[in-house]
Structure formats: C-alpha cells, structure tokens
C-alpha cells in the first residue's frame, strides 16, 4: 500500500469548504472523486484542516493511501485532467506509511488580504477584503507582538468544541505593499476562525476604535464578546504546512 502526499491549490470562491458535507461541493469531495477515477479503487482523503467556504489555498496538504503503482509525476497529470480550473494538484510524492497530512503537521500557516483603498477593485476581488476606513498600520503592528507565543485564545475563536484552545503562534507579521495590507500567521494549530477574528480584531485597532492596551487585554481575557467581528472568507489563504 502506497501512502501519497500532495500539495494542493484552490480558489475557495464556489465551494462550502475542504471538508465534505451534505449542503454544497467541497473541495474534498471533487478532489476525492478526481483520485478515484484515476486510482480505480475508493479513496480516503486525510487534509491537513478544514478551510471555510470561500477561503484559498496554495499550500494545502493531504495524502491518500492506495494500491496503485502509477508514479507520482503520472498521478498528478491524471488526477489534475478530471479537476476542475479552480482546483489543481501541484505534486505529490510517496511518504511513510504512518505520514498523516494532519496530525504530523508541525505549524500552518494563512496570510490574509485587505485592500486598504476607498475604492474597490473588480479584478482580484475574490482574494481580499476591501475596507475603505484608513488604518494605522504600526498600531497594528504594536497591537499583534500580543499574539506572539502559546496563548489561550479563547477570544478569537467561533466555536466552544475544542478541547483546549491554546495554540502557539511562532510568526504574526502584517504588512504594507501599496494599498495592500497582508497579515502573516504561522502557528502550531488554529481554532474555527482564529485568525479571521484576530484581524477583524486589528482592525478595530488599525482605525482607531480600540486602544493598544485593550487589544492585549482582550488576548489575556480569553472573551469572545470583547473582540472584534470575523472579517469575509474571501481575503484568507492557506499557505504552507510544515512536518
């Protein structure tokens, strides 16, 4: 049994997520359906998370094991000959047969967008989100050097299933590319909507509504309702996984 490793690109505009579901296409469910054509067998996709509706990927990792000795350069041509345009398998390799996409996974990785402009943009729309209010950015800056290290991050997170929402952030970097701003977030694991929460949260910084010292408060409060809003799917993008 061979255990295969890929790397995959999306664009999450017209899918409900990754991960399979009954209410809408996933990108797990057409990329299984694609491996399965080419493998003739049934398949079982392991990703290394779940990406909401609408969200992007570069990087996105998940393997499959399977009898077939097709070689991984054959696969991926195949494979990406039965995927739609917004969807595409970048390589794949064999790993070890204990390798799992998710739980070998040492940190992830998501950048998120922001056209920071008083008018939107029509080309690129789908990969950002447009706010119009001025921002500062090195309030912001200042504001995130809170988020470094292992936290509890209860205040940025949607959902109260997890068993324990401490996660450790080794890289929060935002910056300024014209009018364009990108927020950089490499940590061990993320909750429901982390880091979504995290930049509506400096956003409210960014324009002046909430203080520095409030920002680094609310981390530390682990409150759900003292953080900001969870801004649009459209500007996140998951770029690497690291083992």
């Given at each position: 049994?061979?255990?295969?490793?890929?790397?995959?690109?999306?664009?999450?505009?017209?899918?409900?997520?990754?991960?399979?579901?009954?209410?809408?296409?996933?990108?797990?469910?057409?990329?299984?359906?694609?491996?399965?054509?080419?493998?003739?067998?049934?398949?079982?996709?392991?990703?290394?998370?779940?990406?909401?509706?609408?969200?992007?990927?570069?990087?996105?990792?998940?393997?499959?094991?399977?009898?077939?000795?097709?070689?991984?350069?054959?696969?991926?041509q195949a494979i990406n000959t039965y995927l739609p345009k917004d969807i595409v398998v970048k390589?794949?390799?064999?790993?070890?047969?204990?390798?799992?996409?998710?739980?070998?996974?040492?940190?992830?990785t998501y950048c998120y967008t922001i056209l920071n402009s008083e008018i939107r943009d029509a080309?690129?729309?789908?990969?950002?989100?447009?706010?119009?209010?001025?921002?500062?950015?090195?309030?912001m800056q200042r504001a995130s050097k809170a988020l470094m290290g292992k936290h509890d991050f209860?205040?940025?997170?949607?959902?109260?299933?997890?068993?324990?929402?401490?996660?450790?952030?080794?890289?929060?970097?935002?910056?300024?590319?014209?009018?364009?701003?990108?927020?950089?977030?490499?940590?061990?694991?993320?909750?429901?909507?982390?880091?979504?929460?995290?930049?509506?949260?400096?956003?409210?910084?960014?324009?002046?509504?909430?203080?520095?010292?409030?920002?680094?408060?609310?981390?530390?409060?682990?409150?759900?309702?003292?953080?900001?809003?969870?801004?649009?799917?459209?500007?996140?993008?998951?770029?690497?996984?690291?083992?």
């Amino acid at each position: 049994m061979n255990n295969i490793k890929l790397i995959i690109e999306y664009d999450g505009t017209n899918y409900v997520g990754w991960q399979q579901q009954k209410n809408g296409i996933t990108i797990h469910g057409v990329l299984t359906k694609a491996i399965e054509r080419v493998v003739n067998e049934e398949a079982t996709l392991q990703g290394s998370g779940r990406t909401d509706a609408g969200t992007h990927a570069v990087g996105q990792v998940a393997n499959f094991k399977t009898k077939s000795d097709i070689p991984v350069y054959n696969l991926v041509q195949a494979i990406n000959t039965y995927l739609p345009k917004d969807i595409v398998v970048k390589s794949a390799e064999k790993v070890p047969e204990d390798f799992h996409s998710r739980y070998s996974a040492k940190s992830k990785t998501y950048c998120y967008t922001i056209l920071n402009s008083e008018i939107r943009d029509a080309v690129g729309r789908d990969y950002c989100l447009h706010y119009s209010t001025p921002l500062n950015v090195d309030k912001m800056q200042r504001a995130s050097k809170a988020l470094m290290g292992k936290h509890d991050f209860s205040a940025f997170k949607s959902k109260s299933d997890v068993i324990s929402s401490v996660r450790t952030i080794m890289k929060m970097e935002i910056k300024e590319n014209g009018k364009y701003l990108t927020f950089t977030v490499e940590a061990d694991g993320f909750l429901y909507k982390m880091v979504r929460s995290i930049v509506g949260t400096l956003l409210e910084v960014g324009k002046g509504k909430m203080k520095i010292t409030e920002f680094k408060q609310i981390v530390k409060s682990g409150i759900r309702a003292r953080a900001g809003n969870t801004v649009a799917a459209s500007g996140l993008c998951l770029l690497e996984v690291k083992y």
